[in-house]
């Protein structure tokens, strides 16, 4: 297989681009500090876009929004798609969902790896779970996380991802339900009618002890990194964390807050446990503020309230999965926005976690269980 690749000139047309948000989204996500200049990743198939015809020249234009290249490129004149995740050490894609290949769960999986990255190629024989070179277009903070090209295969694992795949497929991460038996229970708590909350919408006591039960208390700093490495048990300097610096209730340690906490590494000085509560509501209250914002005048429940502030405190309340969930929420589709707190990212800079996978079920079984809003 030639590993030459089409450049992106030949799929750039002025005035050519995608759709603004979403690719503001994809870009922001990821800085290029943190890759040295890469623009090279390994990625899975999740599933293809062609038939084994593959796209047309125009229908590549369709699927990545921009002139199509020229004839005499592809096989025949075709071009084949895919959609990937890249699994590469800090992962572009971390901060997506990761899907399964569960056909039980067909629907919810399908949403997850449409949010994926668009990659064409000239061949098409590659299979769902198939590990493949990927080249993404390198921008100059950022890159196009929207469409991308396949280099080659890996000659690698090919076709094991999706056996291998901790993720959504096995019974333990679902309190030993099957897959389909988990979803049945959120869509039959939601047939159910709900009491709305009043605004302005609040985190409950309720919802306050399970936040701070998932996230846990610590008076020194220590890494969340979920892999091998790190310190984890409590770090004595910032340059030994592998994930990110955590101190208290989940609060994630900024650069600018380094020297603030100098002091509580550790070897040095604990926080007690009334400054562990003040660090906790000074991460609480303008966090409450911003997802009133995203929920505007959506009715939700109690329950959904308390699940989507856990959600957005692990992951931002901007995040780009919150933000799907915001968009069911506000077209009613309850169930839909349940589906994808259960299947919401379950990776730490890259590293799947068990303790997250448990966390997304728990938070959605809770955005559930109090029903739907009786006035939906």
């Keep these: 297989m030639s590993n030459e690749i089409l ?4 799929l750039t047309i002025q005035g050519g681009v995608l759709d603004a948000v979403s690719a503001a989204t994809r870009k922001g996500a990821i800085k290029s500090d943190i890759y040295e200049g890469k623009d090279q990743f390994i990625a899975v198939i999740l599933k293809p876009l062609t038939t084994g015809t593959g796209f ?17 490129y592809g096989t025949n004149g075709k071009i084949y798609g895919f959609k990937v995740r890249i699994v590469s050490a800090n992962s572009p894609h971390a901060f997506l969902p990761e899907p399964c290949f569960d056909t039980t769960n067909a629907a919810i999986n399908g949403i997850i790896q449409d949010m994926h990255t668009t990659a064409l190629s000239r061949e098409g024989n590659y299979s769902d779970g198939d590990e493949v070179y990927v080249q993404l277009e390198k921008t100059d903070f950022s890159y ?36 389909s038996e988990f979803y049945v229970d959120l869509e039959s708590a939601l047939k159910q009618p709900g009491i ?32 091998e490495g790190g310190c984890k048990s409590g770090c004595t300097t910032y340059e030994e964390v592998k994930g990110y610096p955590t101190i208290g209730i ?3 340690i900024e650069k600018d807050e380094r020297a603030r906490f100098q002091g509580n590494l550790l070897g040095g000085t604990p926080l007690t446990e009334q400054e562990i509560e003040d660090l906790f509501s000074e991460d ?10 995203y929920l505007g005048d959506a009715e939700v429940t109690q329950e959904m309230y308390d699940a989507l502030f856990s959600l957005g405190f692990n992951l931002g309340m901007h995040a780009k999965a919150m933000k799907a969930i915001y968009a069911s929420i506000k077209s ?9 707190i259960a299947a919401g990212p379950d990776t730490s800079k890259g590293v799947n976690s ?7 079920q728990k938070e959605a079984h809770e955005f559930a269980s109090g029903g739907t809003p009786s006035s939906s």
């Design 354 to 360: 068990a303790g997250l996978r448990e966390r997304r």
């Design 7 to 10: 450049p992106f000139e030949h």
């Design 332 to 340: 009613k589709d309850y169930v839909k926005a349940a589906n994808l």
């Design 196 to 227: 709305g909350i009043a605004k302005p919408y609040a985190l409950s006591t309720k919802g306050t002890e399970d936040l701070k039960g998932s996230e846990g208390g610590r008076g020194t700093v220590y890494d969340d990194y979920q892999g």
């Design 144 to 179: 196009n996380l929207d469409s991308c090209w396949i280099i080659g295969p890996t000659n690698s694992n090919q076709g094991t991802y999706s056996s291998n795949l901790d993720c959504l497929t096995t019974k333990s991460a679902f309190g030993n339900k099957t897959i």
């Design 250 to 252: 989940g609060h994630k």
């Design 284 to 293: 609480v209250n303008p966090r409450v503020k911003q997802l009133n914002k």
């Design 56 to 72: 047309t020249q125009e229908e590549v234009a369709g699927q990545v929004g921009t002139e199509a290249p020229d004839n005499s």
